[in-house]
Nanobody, 122 residues
Framework: VQLQASGGGLAQGGGSLRLSCEVS????????MGWFRQAPGKERDFVGA????????YYADSVKGRFTISRDTAKNAVYLQMNSLNPEDTAVYYC????????????????WGQGTQVTVSS
């Protein structure tokens, strides 16, 4: 299983970015999919997740109402739409896949993408 994250870049405060995570080697509906982020010098934090059926989503309080996770089973891809960005959202964003009981627990995920940098200017 391989995950390829893309879509990061530079955004101004209040702007938007859309991250993509393409999954290969297994169908998307086999997994729970999560997004995590890691700022310099900090731990990797949970951002959000979508259940293997695609009908459940979970978000960290810090992004709730601003970020939205979706998926396209035809493209075997998961997306993270990020709106109302602020400088505190600056981090490397990672997508992850696994059979998890706790979507916000990074240690329960089995597969990780390489990360994509998001930088938000004030």
């Amino acid at each position: 299983v391989q995950l390829q994250a893309s879509g990061g870049g530079l955004a101004q405060g209040g702007g938007s970015l859309r991250l993509s995570c393409e999954v290969s080697g297994r169908t998307l509906s086999s997994f729970n999919m999560g997004w995590f982020r890691q700022a310099p010098g900090k731990e990797r934090d949970f951002v959000g997740a979508i259940g293997w059926r695609g009908d459940s989503t979970y978000y960290a309080d810090s992004v709730k109402g601003r970020f939205t996770i979706s998926r396209d089973t035809a493209k075997n891809a998961v997306y993270l739409q990020m709106n109302s960005l602020n400088p505190e959202d600056t981090a490397v964003y990672y997508c992850a896949a696994g059979w998890v009981n706790h979507p916000n627990d990074l240690y329960e995920y089995d597969y990780w993408g390489q990360g994509t940098q998001v930088t938000v200017s004030s």
